[in-house]
């Protein structure tokens, strides 16, 4: 009888005992913005000055993309112009998308989120500017990023007359762009790696000749798509 | 463990049931105050999701826990604890190390049909259970429960209901059941599929001491959920073929050995199992 009652208390104990878990981190990837301080007016490289009330970027998935893979992320790189902010996030890459108030946020790092990839070699990040979706992280006091990527509004004022003309410049396709690190990240036991992505938006309205875009055209298309280009060759990664 | 039971349990187990086929627990023959208990410590590898991608991969060990009590010549109570040991590794080579207790399971089963009152050479029974929501749901780094194939038990108070033949001739013998599970919905808001197991092993036993088994077990599993949202790596069915060895080195206690080969898997999502290996002891008091 003392045998069954010591197996009767053996699966109850057993039963009552607590679970124990113990995690041990594996390789990580935090990933931030980091932009400088939006100064009161931007001086271009031809000698205008934009004063910015405005200035809001739509930054959606974040991937890292691995070294023999770079052909293949190239050509994604392409067909992915009518892509939307949110994407599912995945060991490689990061879908919330998240809309960045340069005036508030410039001269400020903001931590994105962590990927958490298998091992192997990466040699880049493709980060894409897409239209925000409802659950975009800052979406809430900024809605018309709802079907735009890129939002800016201001003045700009000619460096002679100092003559102040309004504009709006208001993107709505996605700007895919493809970061390579200086030197490719190299995983091949769990470690934590930050990388920054530097976004310099002192440099937005560069090779734009405002003096040959007719009044109140600030916002045309030719002003867009070398806005565009500015902003991705305005982005670099590093890593630490 | 050493203490010897009423004097009405015969000296071994087998000589008591007038059969000398060697049965583990939940197969044997019922006789009135036939007490058992068993340490079973099973083996296996999972993997779950896409490799370079998503895959987790699991190792865990359960020991097994179980007393088995026969009331009367027809029925037989059991109660199985489990206490699980798995070690999951992420494919960003991120490791948990899991030690919890898995779902206690109680276990009545009733001889509905016997040829014969001593020694019968058919046996035809009902099984009805219920496993008890005694496991931790385990999570990850952020809180999120794991896939429902990572948990040490489903954390639900879950039915078990079916039947079961067994045929004894010696040196032959021949076990058959067919057994589902059908979970509720878990203390983490886990819903873990129907779960229904058939298996059939036959048994040669050329020595009272030694016998051979080799059969097969086909499990087919329900969708699970987490959250209100499937799980897309469960559901499907597998079949492995087993073969094993159980032997009587001393009149009270008997060892079986099982490897539980997979041969036929239709899982879905990704989910691979493999190859699982079963050992453990009886004791006959």
Known sequence: ?240 | MVALGPSEASACGTCGVGDPTLTIVGFEQPKAHRFRSSATVRHRNDRIGDPQVDQLQLSEQRLEIAGAYSPTDRVTISAMMPVVHRFVTAVNLAETDIWAPGDLELRFRGVIFRDREFAPRHLVSLIAGLEFPTSTIETDGNGVPLPLEFQSGTGSWDPIAGVSYAFFSDPWSLYVSSVTTFPTTGTADTQAGISSRQTVISQFQPWTFLGFQVGAEFRWDGPGFIQGERDPNTGGHITYGTFGLVAMPHEKLLMHFTAAVPLIQRLDGAHRESLAIIGGLIYEI
């Open chain 1, 1 to 240: 009888m003392r045998s069954r009652v010591a197996i009767g208390a053996l699966l109850v104990s057993l039963g009552l005992s607590a679970g124990c878990t113990r995690t041990t981190d594996g390789i990580e990837v935090d990933i931030a913005y980091q932009t400088p301080p939006t100064p009161q007016a931007l001086r271009t490289d031809m000698g205008y000055r934009v004063w910015l009330d405005r200035a809001l970027i739509v930054l959606g998935p974040v991937e890292l993309i691995r070294c023999d893979n770079f052909a293949r992320a190239l050509w994604r790189l392409f067909t992915v112009s009518r892509a939307k902010a949110h994407t599912p996030t995945t060991p490689t890459s990061l879908g919330i998308p998240l809309v960045l108030d340069l005036l508030e946020s410039g001269g400020i790092g903001f931590v994105v989120g962590t990927i958490r990839p298998p091992p192997g070699r990466y040699c880049g990040l493709r980060v894409i500017g897409a239209p925000a979706d409802a659950d975009a992280v800052g979406i809430k006091n900024n809605d018309e990023m709802l079907d735009r990527s890129v939002l800016l509004t201001g003045d700009i004022e000619d460096g002679e007359s100092l003559v102040r003309t309004p504009f709006e410049v208001s993107i709505q396709d996605s700007l895919p762009n493809e970061l390579v690190f200086t030197e490719p990240l190299v995983f091949d036991s769990p470690r934590l790696v930050n990388v920054s992505i530097q976004i310099d938006h002192m440099r937005w309205f560069d090779g734009i000749d405002f003096a040959q875009v007719a009044p109140g055209d600030a916002g045309s298309a030719a002003v867009q798509r070398r806005v565009a280009e500015n902003i991705r060759d305005s982005m670099a990664a590093e890593s630490q």
